[in-house]
């Protein structure tokens, strides 16, 4: 069989699609080299010893045929091409059934995008009406970011992720807790030894999964020549097409170089022109994705910021001593629960982390996830969440600030 490859895809969401490995496909597509993108168009063969076929028997229908096979109309679809958009199956036709690979709403075995995030929350309101999301502004190029809420209690605390475009494991870290924190709140259990019950009553915890979603995008899929910043992208990153390395956003801005916390002094040793990493701008806040998250936070009354990274099994938690006393017993904890080691001042000021210190005295923590070089492998995602779990949970119950 042959595939049409469309926008968003990856060697490892057309296998996990198709239920083969990744090895299998490319054995099967010769033509494509490890590590490379593949773009909307390209074709792409498929095992046929490793797919499924169904003949369609009179009154079978998707909907019905998904509900026989465990699958949704969407996985159908997606693994059927030729379909065209219009959906029609007729008797005697033979179509294609894809591995049914879900458990659960939020996806963890491929590269999590934001098209993944956008479907995700849709799902996960459908299915636990009492989350709650919101847009809190959009990127360069116009997407929009958006924060979940946990709980109603007084007490707030604010996580984020995907800052950095090659970062995007963080993402899932944060979407995969959300799913597993509503299931337990909405069936009454403990998740991994806390109340959610409590959690949810007595503290509120915003989350913003991605904040630069069009560097992940990026990162995840490469550039064609349709897209707005081919060129300005292309010049930034020396030519060359390979953005495993790029962090900044879609200008080539580092959004965590873009806060006004000793960003002088960070700006005279970094880059001055937009640059794959590290270039803070010409002046802080300039960016439409780090004005979103400074009107959000200064919007509301949080007692503590945790922006998650990669990697390092690192916890950055001082800036130049403003940082108040609890935050040592804080980290310190953080430390038990992850098996990270504390590190109070980072090389570098002028990050979300360092502007919160300074601006309201309170704990702010910088969480390097995992250990490697970006983009982590979706292999290490388990066991970052187990690493990670106990820290979302608890982290809202060490602070005092109400």
């Given at each position: 069989m042959r595939y049409v490859a469309q926008k968003g895809d990856t060697t490892l969401k057309i296998a996990n699609r198709f239920g083969i490995t990744l090895n299998a496909l490319y054995i099967a597509n010769p033509q494509l080299e490890r590590g490379e993108y593949i773009y909307p168009g390209q074709l792409i063969e498929i095992p046929q010893n490793y797919i499924n076929q169904y003949v369609v028997q009179p009154g079978d229908t998707l909907h019905l045929i998904g509900e026989k096979f465990g699958i949704t109309v969407s996985e159908l679809t997606k693994a059927n091409p030729h379909f065209n958009g219009k959906n029609k199956i007729y008797s005697g036709q033979i179509i294609f059934i894809p591995r049914p690979?879900?458990?659960g709403i939020v996806q963890t075995n491929h590269e999590y995008?934001?098209?993944?995030?956008?479907?995700?929350?849709?799902?996960?309101?459908?299915?636990?009406?009492?989350?709650?999301?919101?847009?809190?502004?959009?990127?360069?190029?116009?997407?929009?970011?958006?924060?979940?809420?946990?709980?109603?209690?007084?007490?707030?605390?604010?996580?984020?992720?995907?800052?950095?475009a090659n970062e995007y494991l963080t993402a899932p870290l944060l979407m995969k807790f959300v799913e597993?924190?509503?299931?337990?709140?909405?069936?009454?259990?403990?998740?991994?030894?806390?109340?959610?019950?409590?959690?949810f009553n007595n503290v509120t915890i915003w989350l913003v999964p991605m904040v630069n979603p069009d560097g992940v995008e990026l990162v995840q899929e490469g550039i064609t020549p349709d897209h707005p910043y081919y060129q300005s992208v292309l010049k930034i990153n020396n030519g060359s097409r390979d953005f495993r390395e790029w962090t900044a956003n879609i200008r080539?801005?580092?959004?965590?170089?873009?806060?006004p916390a000793d960003w002088e002094n960070v700006n005279a040793r970094s880059p001055q022109v937009p640059s794959?990493?590290?270039?803070?701008?010409?002046?802080?806040?300039?960016?439409p994705e780090?004005?979103?998250?400074?009107?959000?936070?200064?919007?509301?009354?949080?007692?503590?910021?945790?922006?998650?990274?990669?990697?390092?099994?690192?916890?950055?938690?001082?800036?130049?001593?403003?940082?108040?006393?609890?935050?040592?017993?804080?980290?310190?904890?953080?430390?038990?629960?992850?098996?990270?080691?504390?590190?109070?001042?980072?090389?570098?000021?002028?990050?979300?982390?360092?502007?919160?210190?300074?601006?309201?005295?309170?704990?702010?923590?910088?969480?390097?996830?995992?250990?490697?070089?970006?983009?982590?492998?979706?292999?290490k995602f388990s066991m970052i969440y187990r690493n990670n779990l106990s820290l979302l949970l608890e982290a809202p119950l060490l602070i005092s600030h109400k």
């Open positions: 690979i879900k458990k995008g934001y098209k993944d995030m956008v479907a995700d929350l849709i799902a996960l309101k459908k299915k636990y009406p009492f989350l709650h999301y919101e847009e809190i502004g959009n990127s360069v190029m116009g997407k929009t970011i958006y924060a979940i809420r946990l709980g109603k209690g007084d007490k707030m605390i604010f996580y984020s992720a995907d800052w950095h597993d924190y509503a299931k337990h709140y909405e069936q009454k259990r403990t998740l991994n030894g806390y109340d959610i019950n409590y959690l080539g801005v580092d959004l965590n170089h873009q806060w794959p990493s590290k270039y803070g701008g010409y002046r802080p806040l300039t960016e780090v004005r979103a998250i400074y009107n959000f936070t200064k919007g509301n009354d949080f007692s503590m910021v945790i922006p998650f990274h990669s990697q390092g099994r690192e916890i950055f938690w001082g800036f130049k001593g403003l940082e108040p006393k609890e935050s040592v017993k804080i980290v310190n904890r953080f430390a038990v629960l992850t098996g990270y080691i504390p590190v109070r001042n980072a090389y570098n000021g002028a990050g979300f982390k360092d502007w919160f210190i300074q601006e309201f005295r309170r704990p702010g923590f910088t969480v390097e996830v995992g250990k490697g070089l970006n983009p982590l492998s979706i292999s």
